[in-house]
């Protein structure tokens, strides 16, 4: 899948999960629905329809070609700016696999990375959805290396959407581990323990 693709659902998902004002709950359904990948698994292909906040400093003309070199049965611009892609079994395998290799790829630039010095090593089981993130502690929780976990919930929630997860299953694990003690001193949850804390705040 092409980087600006990934990027864009990313950002998408970052904003969507961080917005500034606070709504009621029938305004965050409603915006959930409107903001979320839709994935439909039948016998021989996949539809997956993403939406417009994906594509809004993208042409028409860019998504088509984009989707042809990808390699997609059909793509379609809905009326509501929201595109749906359908695609062979196969591709979608295939789409899978290389969001599973972005999510690698990201976790070992975060741990090799000279901007996250407390963070010593992140495991992760096989769906991506819990994590154990190894750490100096002192210097985490004196330091801002937690927006590192912030680009892991965003690779894990995007990989949780064209996996056709729904989303309000989605859960994403974070163990944090002292890595002085190799203890688990913190767990938790995303969306729930976040939600929690940003009512407290």
């Known amino acids: ?18 917005g500034e004002e606070k709504k009621s709950e029938a305004t965050k359904q409603e915006q959930s629905s409107d903001e979320s990948v839709n994935v439909e698994k039948g016998l021989l292909n996949v539809e997956v329809t993403l ?4 594509f ?3 042409t028409e003309e860019e998504i088509m070609t984009g989707a042809k070199e990808e390699g997609f049965t059909e793509t379609t611009v809905n009326e509501d700016g929201s595109v749906t892609y359908k695609m062979s079994k196969s591709k979608h395998k295939e789409m899978m696999k290389e969001l599973e290799d972005g ?3 990201s976790i070992k630039e975060i741990v090799e990375s000279d ?7 992140i495991s992760y089981n096989k769906s991506f959805d819990e994590f154990d993130v190894k750490v100096d502690r002192e210097l985490y929780e004196n330091g801002f ?16 959407a064209f996996n056709g997860d729904a989303a309000e299953d989605l859960k994403l694990t974070f163990n944090m581990i002292d890595a002085a003690t190799d203890e688990v001193y913190e767990t938790s949850v995303y969306p729930d323990d976040w939600e929690e804390t940003e009512e407290a705040e």
């Open 145 to 160: 290396d937690g927006f590192a976990i912030l680009g892991i919930v965003m690779t894990g929630a995007y990989y949780s």
């Open 51 to 54: 939406p417009a906040s994906f």
């Open 115 to 121: 901007d996250y010095p407390s963070i010593k090593e």
């Open 56 to 58: 809004e400093d993208t």
């Open 103 to 105: 999510i690698v790829e």
């Open 1 to 18: 899948m092409k980087k600006w693709l990934f990027a864009a659902g990313a950002t998408a998902l970052l904003l969507a999960g961080c």
